[in-house]
């Protein structure tokens, strides 16, 4: 009796209720269709929203750099624009530009007091003019001018009164002049003592040179310095020192 009254209630629905159903519950509600639409038009909204925002501060930090070239002497964050605008030009290979803002900022305030951050910028972009002389990057290499930018860093701060310490990059690449004999006369005593002082402020490869100087010192190698040297300069983090280890541990077997 139930079966004939469940087969009669089929009979009774309506031809087509079943399928109408299932389509409409397949069919996602209009609401949910406009909540997603919603969303994705402001995810939209934000992406261009944040990229128009990092455009005008990137154009309008472009425009304050490059004001600061033609900057008068008394702006005192000049030397700060001058050596980011110099940093992104080295970044990009522009080294003519580059040299241009270190020179801007290297002349800007040498000779004159100035606070620690000045002291550090000025004796950065002296240190930064050498290495673009010694290693020839958009200009002939020039030892002379590479060592003169050099000492110039390094006497700056001596005279900064206590502001900031000798720049130890200087320290050690105004020592591998005087080991190789570029734009100097030789001098491997001269080295090791701007090595010894890059290596005492921490610079990894003032550490593996003075290795290399102890191992090939003449007319008396000291291996055992030397290996002291290359361990010091390996647990600074220098792949040179790590390497020659290696190769010494082999030579050892």
């Not at 009669?8 to 389509?23: F, I, M, N, S």
Request: proline letters at 3%; charged letters at 30%; aromatic letters at 10%.
């Amino acid at each position: 009796m139930h079966t004939q009254q469940k087969n009669l209630a089929t009979l009774d629905r309506p031809v087509g209720t079943d399928r109408e159903v299932k389509k409409h519950m397949a069919k996602p509600p209009e609401s949910r269709k406009g909540i997603s639409r919603e969303i994705f038009v402001g995810l939209i909204v934000a992406i261009v929203g944040g990229l128009f925002v990092w455009w005008v501060t990137e154009f309008l930090h472009t425009k304050s750099l490059e004001s600061a070239i033609d900057c008068s002497s008394d702006d005192f964050q000049a030397d700060g624009l001058l050596m980011k605008k110099g940093d992104k030009y080295q970044r990009e290979g522009h080294w003519k530009q580059a040299r241009q803002c270190y020179e801007k900022a290297a002349v800007k305030w040498n000779g004159m007091a100035g606070t620690r951050y000045l002291c550090e910028l000025d004796c950065s972009a002296m240190t930064k003019l050498g290495i673009i002389y010694d290693n020839g990057y958009g200009v002939t290499s020039d030892y002379e001018q590479a060592r003169q930018w050099y000492e110039k860093a390094l006497a700056f701060a001596d005279s900064s009164i206590g502001l900031y310490r000798p720049d130890p990059d200087a320290l050690c690449r105004l020592g591998e002049l005087y080991e190789n004999g570029h734009g100097v006369t030789k001098d491997d005593e001269r080295a090791h003592q701007l090595y010894e002082k890059a290596a005492a402020a921490g610079h990894p490869r003032a550490m593996f040179l003075m290795g290399t100087l102890y191992e090939e010192w003449s007319p008396q190698p000291d291996k055992q310095k030397a290996r002291q040297w290359y361990q010091k300069a390996a647990d600074a983090g220098d792949e040179l020192a790590k390497n020659r280890l290696r190769d010494l541990d082999k030579s050892n077997h």
